[in-house]
C-alpha cells in the first residue's frame, strides 16, 4: 500500500484528470470495470459551479506522439454532479478526487464548501489553469494568486486539496511553493502545454476554438524537468503526469520526485494502462530496477 494526503492507495497509478470517462466505461464494460479497475484512485473530470456545454468542434487534434485537446469544461455543474455523477463514481473500488475549477474565490467555495460534505469525496484537485474574472489573470500563473485562493479554501475542509500545477509559466515551482504555503496538501503536474496546428487541408486552425493544450509522450521531458524542479522545492507529495506510457516512464516520473504517477493520454490508446503501467512498475521494483 501507499500512503498519499492520509489515503491508503494500492500502488502508485492513477489517472489525470479528463482523460478516462469511468461512468461511460462502467456503461460498455459492466462490472468487470470494478474488478479490473486501472487505478489506485480515481480523479473526475473538472467541474464548475455551472453547467457549462464545452467547446465547439474540433475539439481534438492528433500531434506526432501526442494530441492538443480544447474540451471547454463540458459538464453538468456542481449540482448535476452531485446528484447524476457521484453515486456512480461512489460505486469505483478506489478513492475518489474531485477537480474543481471556478473564476472567482466564491465558486471554488461552493464546490469545496458542497463536496466537504459528502464521505464519498476522498480529496478535491484544484485545477487553477482558468482566468479569475476580477483580476483577468490565470490563478495557476501567479503565486501570489494561487496562494490567496488557498487561503480562501483552507478553511472550509479538511479533505486533502491537491494543486494542479499548468506547466505555461517560467517558474512553476514558485507557483508550487505559494499552493504550500497557502495550506495545499499536494501538487499535481503538468496540465497541457499551450499549442496550436494547422490543417493541410483548410488552412484553419485543427482545433476550433483556434488554440488548446497538448498532451502525450511529446511533453514527457518537459513533465519530467518541471516535477524534478517542483518536487525539489517543495516538502508536499508531488503526483507526476505527462505522456507516461510505461512502467520505465512512471519509474522516471517517481525519480524526479513524485509519490504518484497520473496516466493521461496513453488511456485513450489503451483503457487499461493503468493497470499494465502499475504492473509494469512493480516488476521493475521486484527486478531491483529503480528507473
Ligand atoms: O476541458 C478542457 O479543455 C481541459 C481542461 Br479543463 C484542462 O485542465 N486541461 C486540458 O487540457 N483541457
Redesign the pocket.
Known amino acids: 500500500m501507499v500512503e498519499f494526503c492520509g489515503l491508503e492507495l494500492r500502488n502508485r497509478v492513477i489517472n489525470a484528470?479528463?482523460t478516462f470517462d469511468a461512468i461511460a466505461a462502467r456503461q460498455v464494460y459492466g462490472d468487470a470495470l470494478l474488478e479490473h479497475f486501472p487505478f489506485a484512485a480515481f480523479v473526475s473530470?473538472?467541474i464548475t459551479p455551472e453547467p457549462r456545454a464545452?467547446?465547439e468542434p474540433q475539439?481534438i487534434w492528433e500531434t506526432p506522439a501526442g494530441m492538443i485537446?480544447?474540451?471547454?469544461?463540458?459538464n453538468k455543474g456542481l449540482d448535476g454532479f452531485v446528484a447524476e455523477n457521484l453515486p456512480r463514481l461512489a460505486e469505483l473500488p478506489v478513492p475518489l478526487i474531485v477537480?474543481v475549477?471556478a473564476t472567482d474565490h466564491e465558486g471554488f467555495a461552493r464546490m469545496v464548501s458542497a463536496l466537504d460534505g459528502r464521505d464519498e469525496v476522498a480529496g478535491l484537485e484544484l485545477?487553477v489553469?482558468?482566468p479569475n474574472v476580477h483580476s483577468g489573470l490565470i490563478v495557476g500563473e501567479q503565486p501570489t494568486e494561487t496562494a490567496a485562493l488557498l487561503e480562501a479554501l483552507r478553511p472550509l475542509t479538511r479533505k486533502p486539496l491537491i494543486v494542479?500545477l499548468t506547466p505555461n509559466v517560467a517558474d512553476p515551482a514558485s507557483v508550487a511553493v505559494a499552493a504550500e504555503e497557502g495550506g495545499a496538501d499536494a501538487v499535481s503536474l503538468i496540465?497541457?502545454v499551450k499549442a496550436a496546428a494547422i490543417d493541410p487541408a483548410t488552412g484553419m486552425p485543427g482545433i476550433g476554438v483556434g488554440q488548446?493544450?497538448l498532451?502525450g509522450p511529446a511533453i514527457r521531458p518537459i513533465a519530467v524537468g518541471q516535477v524534478r524542479m517542483v518536487a525539489a522545492a517543495v516538502g508536499l507529495p508531488v503526483v507526476g503526469m505527462g505522456g507516461v506510457c510505461s512502467g520505465a516512464d512512471a519509474a522516471e516520473m517517481l525519480a524526479a520526485g513524485a509519490t504518484l504517477v497520473a496516466v493521461g493520454t496513453e488511456s485513450f490508446r489503451d483503457p487499461a494502462a493503468g493497470t499494465r503501467i502499475a504492473a509494469e512498475l512493480s516488476e521493475r521494483s521486484r527486478a531491483g530496477n529503480d528507473t
Open positions: 484528470s479528463g473530470k473538472t464545452g467547446n475539439r485537446n480544447s474540451i471547454g469544461l463540458p477537480s475549477m485545477n489553469s482558468c494542479k496540465n497541457t488548446g493544450g498532451s
